[in-house]
């Protein structure tokens, strides 16, 4: 199976402030069927962005994400107090479809 | 507007068995798998397995196949998780999540609210 390796563990960053989150793959993603979701606490994870660079329905653009092959980044480019949570990173390029262990983004 | 309601939080012993329940409304059900994803406390997100209510055909996790029992009842448009004898390291949030087309793999784009299992004697 794939394994996702998420970094940084955690980022400190003030609200304005640029976040850029990495997801590396054990091995190619095929398609490059990467997404990446947002979770906050007490609440189910939310789809940002599916096949590594498209928006999912109703999320801002200031998130975006890029990447090919075993590298991928989600950026977001303006912090909001909204924005602080934990970020997931998912492959279903090949089964089992695989979860990266999280990105923490905390007020600093 | 695609729904996925959970049933609710369940406290049980070990070795008791278990099936919590994932309702469905708002597309067709059995033209879109449901997959089953779990989070322990503190942790991250980890795939079961998932089920295409059509047909009924389910795929599991390596890692989890026989543990657990993924089913749907297509005239109730409800998908269902079930354990036959819970042990402590099954206490976890678990939710349904609709995948994004007709594939058996996919990303999800739709997710249930969860449903807390605590397990412990």
């Known amino acids: 199976e794939i394994v996702l390796t998420q970094s940084p563990g955690t980022l400190s960053l003030s609200p304005g402030e640029r976040a850029t989150l990495s997801c590396r793959a054990s091995q190619s993603v095929s398609s490059n069927y990467l997404a990446w979701y947002q979770q906050k606490p007490g609440q189910a994870p939310r789809l940002l962005i599916y096949v590594a660079s498209s928006r999912a329905t109703g999320i801002p653009d200031r998130f975006s994400g890029s990447g090919s092959g075993t590298d991928f980044t989600l950026t977001i480019s303006r912090l909001e107090p909204e924005d602080f949570a934990v970020y997931y990173c998912q492959q279903s390029g090949s089964s089992p479809p695989t979860f990266g262990q999280g990105t923490k983004v905390e007020i600093k | 507007e695609v729904q996925l309601v959970q049933s609710g939080t369940e406290v049980k012993q070990p070795g008791e068995s278990l099936k919590i329940s994932c309702k469905a409304s708002?597309?067709?059900?059995?033209?879109?798998?449901i997959a089953w994803v779990r989070q322990m406390p503190g942790k991250g997100l980890e795939w079961i397995g998932t089920i295409f209510p059509g047909d009924s055909d389910t795929k599991y996790s390596p890692s989890l196949q026989g543990q657990v029992t993924i089913s749907a009842d297509k005239s109730i448009n409800t998908a269902y998780l079930q354990w036959s004898s819970l042990k402590a390291s099954d206490t976890a949030i678990y939710f349904c999540?609709?995948?994004?087309?007709?594939?058996?793999?996919?990303?999800?784009?739709?997710w249930g609210q969860g449903s807390l299992v605590s397990v412990s004697s």
């Open positions: 708002g597309y067709s059900f059995t033209s879109y798998w």
């Open positions: 999540v609709r995948h994004f087309s007709g594939y058996s793999i996919s990303w999800f784009p739709h």
